[in-house]
């Protein structure tokens, strides 16, 4: 299992958990989810629900990998498979990323 922690604006928002390659979650934090004055992170993850679940790495997050010879480009140097889409997107999105979403890598034991 792995665990990003999903900043928006660099305040969290919620945390992105792979349970395997065919079982992601997304939850809000529950401040963040309380507090009606913050939007949601995406419009395909509407603060109505606190949890999605899903087959596949959600689109909103999928779509912050690059593509093509960038992704093969970052894949060479960072030493992950270039199917890893969790694993790229814990390496790549941490900074500087289009829009006011990153995310960050969580430890766990």
Known sequence: MRKLAVYRNKEYAGMLTELSRDKYVFRYDD?????????????????SLQEYQAKVLFPFFFNMLSEGVNRQL????????????????????????????????????
Do not use: H
């Open 31 to 47: 401040a963040y989810f309380a507090d009606s004055n913050k939007p949601a992170i995406s419009l395909t993850l509407p603060k």
């Open 74 to 109: 970052q894949s060479r140097l960072l030493k992950i498979d270039e199917a890893d889409n969790f694993g790229l997107l814990a390496a790549t999105a941490q900074y500087d990323t289009i829009g006011a979403v990153t995310v960050k890598p969580i430890e766990t034991s």
